[in-house]
Nanobody
Framework: VQLQAYGGGLVQAGGSLTLSCAVS????????TGWFRQAPGQERLFVAA????????SYAESVKGRFTISRDAAKNTVYLQLNSLKPEDTAVYYC??????????????????WGQGTQVTVSS
């Protein structure tokens, strides 16, 4: 399984970005795809996750109401729409995937495969 994350960039506070995570290889309908972010010197933190059916979605409290996760089954791609961005959203954003149960979605070490990360920088 391979993941490619892209769409990051530099944006002013209050702006928006759309991140994409293209998943290829031996995917499965049981897989969950999650977005995490990691700022310099900090651990990788959960942002959002979506089940491959699209019926299950979860967000970190810090991004609820501002970020939206979605998927396009035909393109095997998961999106993360980032709105109302704040300087504290600055980080490298990673997408990961794996056959996770719902209670494990927020734990980075439960994901089996990761993309290379895309940098999001929000200026004040």
């Amino acid at each position: 399984v391979q993941l490619q994350a892209y769409g990051g960039g530099l944006v002013q506070a209050g702006g928006s970005l759309t991140l994409s995570c293209a998943v290829s290889g031996r995917t499965s309908s049981h897989r969950v795809t999650g977005w995490f972010r990691q700022a310099p010197g900090q651990e990788r933190l959960f942002v959002a996750a979506i089940s491959w059916s699209g019926s299950g979605i979860s967000y970190a409290e810090s991004v609820k109401g501002r970020f939206t996760i979605s998927r396009d089954a035909a393109k095997n791609t998961v999106y993360l729409q980032l709105n109302s961005l704040k300087p504290e959203d600055t980080a490298v954003y990673y997408c990961g995937t794996g056959p996770l149960i719902r209670s494990s979605w927020t734990f980075a070490d439960q994901y089996h495969y990761w993309g290379q990360g895309t940098q999001v920088t929000v200026s004040s």
